[in-house]
């Protein structure tokens, strides 16, 4: 449950700042181009720009997780002597 918590966390803190950059106009100097110029391209490609950091954003988060969840896997499915014995 608390991981859930901590990936929603992140979701809202990754969103949050998204929409603050894009707020104070950072997506249209990262685009190379204004909004003036071409605004269907212009749109289109800060989408696609906001969208990829999301995807890594919660590509990261889902690999914390899943690294998480083999750790307790593990701790679960391997007996004590036999990790005792492996990690030395």
């Known amino acids: 449950m608390i991981m859930w918590l901590r990936l929603a966390g992140a979701l809202a803190v990754t969103l949050t700042a998204i929409g603050a950059l894009e707020y104070f106009g950072v997506g249209s100097l990262l685009g190379g181009r204004s909004g003036d110029d071409a605004p269907a391209a212009a749109g289109r490609s800060r989408e696609l720009f906001w969208l990829m950091i999301f995807v890594v954003v919660m590509a ?29």
Do not use: E
């Not at 499915?77 to 036999?82: C, E, G, K, Y």
């Open 60 to 88: 990261t988060s889902l690999l914390a997780a899943a690294r998480r969840w083999a750790g307790h896997f593990r701790r679960v499915a391997i007996p004590a002597q036999a990790r005792r014995r492996t990690s030395i």
